[in-house]
């Protein structure tokens, strides 16, 4: 048996690295109005732990057979259920990340010894700092694939050396670009990210860069790359050090910010990337990861995980292939469930239309599929949606 539970305030639990950890209105908003989602990769029988019971079996409900037969329960809910359980030797617990605040929440319930240790968390925590997957993956990753590749990061500890000529010009590193991103190390959907065309727009962001590093130890900067296509590897880490590969996640964003989900066979998600990157270039970057990370993951992580990518146009004279096109094949590591891997968890076969995954925002966030164009970088959201969480 599993107890699941939604905590879209990961990254921020990361950033923010305290013990008793308050999330910020809108995450917990989020958290709120979706908390019924791991019934999506649940189990029948499983339990998930959400603040309104009654509102997410309503919102379930509108899902039909999409969701699975789970117990929603509280936090009220899950103390009495510990205190009355004899055995819970066969209990696996499963956030949707692993950090402080998901401690707290479980040892206040009385399941303190499902927890990771101090130091494993701490691990997870640098391991899912942009600065290792700079630093560790994407250049691995660059070296092993037969495809034009992009992408390098810089991490400054400094704030004396957030100065924009000095950080194009250094020794050539931004390969002769003239627009950077600057990133925060722990963040996720678009937030922590900050866009500089130029010195005044630099200036602009130099306080925020400045609290980044204060409160999080450095900033990332990146080249801005003209991006052509957004898409995901979503994997499984297991306990015994193997990693298990999910499926390819094509999504949808908009400054950033998560917009949603292709929903498509493997078979016709490889067809659509195809059209930019040839599908043993693919294996050869699944591949790639499952060797780098089997060996970086062991003993230290165990759990879903995904690492999303770009399709960009290269400018670069270096790389003057089919045109210059280019793949960035580590924008970041997510060391946690992500959106992909609940697309995923959703049936799918040959025989399925297209469809999109999204979350909406009105007075509310509310998850909705709907029927899609299959070029995931212009979906169709005019056609009525078959599933939507109700108003």
Known sequence: MKLHFFNPEHDIALATDVKRFTAPSAARQLRHDLGFLPAL?????????????????????????????????????????????KSLKNLEIEPWGWDWGVVETLTKAGLADFCPSEERLQTI?????????????????????????????RYISDENDLDFDEILHNENAFESVSKIVLKSPWSSSGRGIRYAFNATQFDRNLSWARRVVEQQGGVMVEPFYEKIADFAMEFDAKADG?????????????????????????????????????????????????????????????????IDM???????????????????????LNLRRTMGHAALAIPCDESTPARLMRIDYTDRHRLTIVSADRNPRFPSSTVQSAYSSPN
């Open 242 to 306: 193997s990693i298990v590969y999910k499926g390819l996640s094509l999504f949808v964003t908009n400054n950033g910010a998560y917009m949603g989900n292709l929903i498509a066979s493997e078979r016709e998600k490889r067809k659509i990337l195809s059209e930019f990157v040839p599908e043993k270039v693919v294996e050869e970057l699944r591949e790639a990861i499952v060797e780098l990370l089997k060996t970086a993951l062991q003993g230290r992580y165990s759990g879903p995980f995904g």
């Open 41 to 85: 990769w649940a189990d029948d029988g499983d339990f998930v732990l959400v603040e309104d019971v009654d509102e997410a079996v309503r919102q379930s409900k509108a899902f039909g057979t999409l969701m699975a037969a789970v117990r929603f329960v509280s936090e009220d809910d899950l103390r009495r259920w510990v205190r009355a359980e």
């Open 125 to 153: 925590r640098r391991l899912s700092n942009r600065k290792w997957a700079a630093e560790n993956l994407l250049p691995a990753l660059r070296t092993r694939i037969s495809w034009p590749t992009v992408g390098i990061s």
């Open 310 to 332: 770009m399709v960009v146009r290269n400018d670069s004279k270096k790389c003057a292939e089919k045109m210059e096109i280019a793949l960035h094949p580590c924008v970041e």
